[in-house]
């Protein structure tokens, strides 16, 4: 992946940190952007030619990751809707419950955490924990009955507080590293399983 196709020469670089990066200048509708690392994006794009089944997956990260609460329910419901029309599926992958291979087994409860989207952390552990509906604050249960979002049976299903990330963190020691507005939540118990 980092030879040119042309001369089988190493294109690749490595970065003052020691990470092996692959820097181009690209120009498209978003103007000139010099010196930008395509190797990551090479290699998101190759996983997913290998696991086109995750593409949804890496899709729901994202959307974790930007706090767009509307395109993870959008996401969350088509993925319900295909479990429904495919029963019996074993490809089916439990979108909420996803843990990023490329991403140090990060859940979209740790991306929520990580990228300070509260609204996000909210909707999943509505969404795929075991927390008992009165520990919800009003205001959240509110926006979910608003958002016409409501919660399926947990039996049977991992609560995503127990998902550890590739060094060990659950969301909630995650979320007492990172201080700040966590502290609270950690304080609460709510990331607690």
Known sequence: MTQCPNCSKEVSSRSPSGIEQLLCN?????????????????????????????????????????????AILDLVNDSDNEASDEQGSTTSIDVLRYQDPMGSMSTGLHVAISSGHD????????????????????????????????????????????????????????????????EAWVNAGWLKS
Do not use: H
């Not at 249960?141 to 958002?147: G, K, S």
């Open 26 to 70: 690209l120009n498209n509708e978003g103007g000139l952007q010099e010196g930008l690392d395509i190797l990551p994006i090479l290699k998101e794009e190759s996983y997913l030619k290998a696991f086109p089944e995750e593409r949804k997956c890496r899709a729901f990260l994202e959307f974790c990751a930007e706090g767009d609460v509307g």
């Open 119 to 182: 609204e996000v952390a909210w909707l999943l552990l509505l969404l795929a924990s075991t927390l008992e509906p009165e520990r919800f604050p009003p205001d959240v249960v509110q926006a979910a009955e608003t958002l016409g979002v409501t919660r399926e049976d947990q039996t049977g299903k991992v609560d995503i507080r127990l998902l550890q990330d590739s060094e060990s963190r659950t969301a909630e020691r995650l979320a007492d590293e990172l201080g700040g507005k966590w």
